[in-house]
């Protein structure tokens, strides 16, 4: 559908989202970001920066107490005015959720096949001879063979990267139009975390799904993504587009991240970021980044900038162009 612009409409549109809890902690400030359809972007930061929590905003999934301002709408509708039928819908039909650790999510009492068919039961209406079969092609789609026999097992019984794998195939099982990954690969192995993500990111492009994939790794999510919004402190700092990040990153945090991975085929140490991670609601009156940054003045400290476009990104620095025309933020800190 188009706007009145002539645009597509996101698909998933956040603006102005702020997040208080029932204590008066505030765990997100005026997040903005929209997803279109068969797009993806990827949440970066550090534990605690509120990437997780604006997806279970998305899904009205917040602690009890909790308190909301700004919008959320998916497809034009406000998912805060869904009512109860409309909100199980969404939940059901619209979006799906791959969890950070899949055996936190299974029932280890019950079967693969209950788990898979249960999904197509409800979400397709097909029966369970009907849902079984299915559930098989479905294990193949994601990599795992052997599909009759898998559905008999426990979660148990099968390794991390397989159960993430079954994870994965109950949510596209449902043909919803939004995946929301949360870490989905945090459990896993490095081997396995990269089967695991070439196999999410084949499927979402074939089936033409938008996704939020929340990571700690920013390599990860320019491999998979084409956006990425670098949170802190419950807050965006920089948008730019996933591909040659590593080499254009404006935001002193963001540039502080990629120094403090190891980089492949290159002898430089990581160099890790001073300091310790805000959380949200100890974030003062300027830059929530101001108390860790080599490059603070006055003014970071005491007025908050606004996320501002500096060519292919939006940057929320008092400092990004001048720090851009001095030279790269990415030399190694002395």
Do not use: W
Request: glycine fraction near 8%.
């Amino acid at each position: 559908m188009k706007t009145s612009e002539g645009e597509q409409r996101p698909l998933l549109d956040i603006s102005g989202l702020r997040v208080d809890l029932a204590d008066g902690r505030t765990v997100l400030h005026d997040v903005s970001y929209s997803v279109g359809a068969g797009d993806s972007l990827g949440l970066v930061g550090e534990s605690g920066s509120g990437k997780s929590m604006s997806l279970k905003a998305v899904l009205r999934m917040l602690p009890a107490g909790a308190r909301t301002e700004g919008g959320i709408s998916f497809d034009g509708r406000s998912v805060a005015a869904m009512d109860a039928r409309e909100l199980r819908a969404f939940r059901a039909d619209e979006v799906a959720m791959i969890p950070q650790d899949p055996r936190t999510a299974a029932n280890p009492v019950r079967t693969v096949g209950d788990f898979l068919t249960e999904v197509l039961v409800r979400a397709r209406g097909v029966s369970r001879g009907q849902a079984a079969e299915e559930a098989v092609g479905h294990l193949a789609d994601v990599g795992v063979t052997d599909g009759e026999r898998r559905l008999r097992q426990h979660p148990h019984e099968l390794s991390g990267g397989l159960l993430q794998r079954v994870m994965i195939a109950a949510a596209l099982a449902a043909e919803p139009r939004l995946l929301l990954a949360d870490e989905p690969t945090t459990a896993l192995d490095v081997t396995t975390q990269q089967e695991v993500m070439a196999i999410l990111d084949e499927q979402r492009r074939r089936k033409h799904l938008a996704m939020v994939l929340v990571t700690h790794d920013l390599d990860l999510a320019a491999a998979v993504t084409d956006r990425i919004a670098v949170m802190y402190a419950g807050t965006i700092v920089e948008f730019a587009p996933s591909e040659g990040l590593h080499r254009t990153a404006q935001h002193p945090y963001t540039a502080g991240l990629l120094r403090s991975r190891p980089a492949v085929g290159t002898r430089a140490r990581p160099v890790s970021l001073p300091g310790r991670p805000l959380s949200a609601f100890e974030a003062g009156p300027g830059c929530v980044f101001a108390n860790r940054c080599a490059f603070a003045e006055d003014l970071c400290r005491t007025v908050q900038p606004r996320l501002e476009e500096h060519g292919t990104h939006l940057v929320a620095c008092h400092r990004a162009a001048e720090l851009a025309t001095a030279g790269s933020l990415l030399e190694p800190t002395p």
